[in-house]
């Protein structure tokens, strides 16, 4: 009778074991935003969306599964050109702002993003200061905010703002500056792992893939009656400029004279140029192409910051370019004069 009882309490705990389901530790996200009534507000993690919330008298609450990291959320509204990203510590955290005004959002209750909070309001400090000195060089004020950056990522290796500062100023630093900060991450913790160091080691290995003497990566792309462009094809025996840019783009507006420049002077001697373009609007896109005598072979995907060439040549800032010579990248990020001469060494005048 005992063996009985025994087994029975046994096949009860059993039961209970598999249909009882362990309690799910959560905390909110609250989203209290103006001009946003009605709206729907999408929450964000790693580039997926997790859920949706419909914004009701302002407000909107998130309860989100308490996670065994401390990545960033983003909230995302229609018409916003990017997330609004943040810090939560896995702890309640409130999102206040106006919704006509992301870049004034604040976050309270999250001791990580106040340290974000406080290098971003620190380095804009910086900035306004360099910008309003005329009598330095601006690639002397590049370099200073480099070092802002690159000091505070030498100096906080284990802190996740460190590494969203690396991957979100990644566009500053050249492919060995960005593996110098990232051993001395792995130094300080061999085991540490997060979601914006995983994507600057991403970023800094397709760097090094894309560098001069390295072999081009191909790709195909249409041009604007849909026909498709492939760069082995159209880089066959002469020298290839691949230009990113994009007709939004005030930078790119300012280089493009000079790649005209290059373009009459050399074109009759063997070199051509493929414009890879960042738009998403089509009609703006042409538009720029004629505005500045573009006369070359134009491509695009219309996916912006998507595009898919400019991810296989880790694309972070435009302009930039890539000067192709027999299958070989020869040069990287030529412009005026510097341009003008490497394209002459390279065509032997």
Known sequence: MKTKLILLASLVLGLFACTSKPEIQTFNINVNLAN???????????????????????????????CNDNEMYGIMLKGWRRPFQFFTDNTDVTIEGDAQNPNLIIVKGSETQDRLIAFTESYNELEAKLEADSTMAQADKDEILKMRCFDYVWENPTDPVAHYVMYR????????????????????????????????????????RVQ??????????????????????LAQGKLLLVDFWASWCPDCRKANPGVVAAYQKYHD????????????????WLAAIEKDGLIWTHVSDLQGWGNAAGALYAIAFIPQNALIKDGVIVARNLEGKALMEEVGRQLGK
């Open 269 to 284: 001697q063997g070199l051509d140029i493929l414009g890879v373009s960042f738009d998403t609007n089509k009609e703006a």
């Open 212 to 233: 001069a003497g390295q072999p081009m990566i191909d790709f195909t792309q249409n041009d604007a009656n849909g026909n498709p462009v492939t760069l082995s094809e």
């Open 169 to 208: 100023y990644k566009w500053a630093f050249g492919p060995c500056e960005l593996r110098t900060m990232i051993d001395n991450i792995h130094h300080a913790d061999s085991t540490l792992t997060t979601k914006n160091l995983a994507m600057a080691e991403e970023y800094v290995e397709k760097q090094e």
């Open 36 to 66: 946003a009534d009605g709206q729907t507000v999408y929450l964000q993690k790693d580039g997926q969306t997790l859920d949706s919330a419909t914004i009701v008298n302002w407000d909107a609450v998130f309860a989100t599964p308490v």
